[in-house]
């Protein structure tokens, strides 16, 4: 099992920036693979950013692409999500997801095992 605890979240005004971390530990051996969703009321759940295990490809939902960044923290098994210029539509629960390593070090996958508590993010207008 992975366990993912993502930190971060908070209230801001349009136009702020926020940076999200998330942490995996437990079984990790042998890499994984982490990524960036979002869940806001009334709407479903949404893939906002990927990397790969090699940290060399990343993809990015349109509603945030140019926006937000998302890269591999400084410590293993960590990422975060500099999200930048954040919009009333970006209220909703973010969420960290991680997999296996893929046998292709390059490859963003599409699907995801394990999921974090979330953390909230609330973008005033």
């Known amino acids: 099992q992975v366990r993912l605890v993502e930190s971060g979240g908070g209230l801001v005004q349009a136009g702020a920036s926020l940076r999200l971390s998330c942490a995996a530990s437990?079984?990790?051996?042998?890499?994984?693979?982490m990524a960036w969703y979002r869940h806001a009321p009334g709407k479903e759940r949404e893939f906002i950013a990927g990397i790969s295990w090699s940290g060399g490809r990343t993809r990015y939902a349109d509603s945030v692409k140019g926006r937000f960044t998302i890269s591999r923290g400084n410590a293993e098994n960590t990422i975060n999500l500099a999200m930048n210029d954040l919009e009333a539509e970006d209220t909703a629960t973010y969420f960290c997801a991680a997999g296996p390593r893929p046998y292709m070090s390059d490859y963003v996958p599409y699907e995801y095992d394990y999921w974090g508590q979330g953390t909230e993010v609330t973008v005033s207008s």
């Open positions: 437990g079984r990790t051996t042998g890499g994984i693979v």
